[in-house]
């Protein structure tokens, strides 16, 4: 099979366009407006870093970051989101090697932790800082449970 050449065509009002070879349809422009407009081939497309450990990858069914060629973050094209693994099975699917697997820190007042199934009126809080940690319930309007450190 013969090699498709590779063009660069230089435009004043459309920016640096790239395409041909290997990589058929894709283009880049840098637009007048100075942002990188990057258009992938018809199965995506891919960002490096020189060796390729580096990526971040759009491809037609979802978007991967990977760093040290390891996949750390997926957005999958039904909108779930993952870390540390590539098949998430929910909204927002987090999987670590230990107990440090997420971390919620605030600049002002205290983490909290929102919950509220579907379909129902009951909403949970969940709080916590250096000295206690609760769980609070709308719908009885109170704390329901507190741990205090005395």
């Known amino acids: 099979m013969a ?11 459309a920016g640096v366009q790239f395409s041909g070879g290997t990589i058929a349809q894709a283009t ?3 637009h007048t407006n100075n942002v990188l407009y990057l258009r992938g081939g018809s199965a995506g497309l891919s960002l490096q870093n020189a060796d390729g450990s580096d990526r971040v990858e ?3 069914d979802n978007v991967r970051i990977e760093t040290n ?20 099975s929910m909204a927002l699917h987090i999987k670590a090697g230990d ?5 919620l820190e605030s600049t002002s007042g205290e983490p ?25 319930q709308y719908d009885e309007s109170e704390w329901v ?6």
Not at 3 to 13: C, D, E, L, P, V
């Open 28 to 30: 880049a422009v840098l």
């Open 99 to 103: 107990e440090a697997t997420m971390k």
């Open 58 to 60: 759009v491809l037609n």
């Open 3 to 13: 090699q498709q050449a590779f063009y660069t065509k230089i435009n004043a009002s």
């Open 69 to 88: 060629s390891t996949e750390r973050l997926r957005v999958t094209s039904a909108g779930r989101v993952s870390i540390g693994t590539s098949t998430p």
């Open 145 to 150: 449970f507190n741990i205090y450190d005395a």
């Open 112 to 136: 909290a932790i929102f919950w509220a199934p579907g379909g129902s009126n009951l909403k949970w809080e969940q709080r916590a800082s250096a000295s206690r940690w609760q769980l609070y």
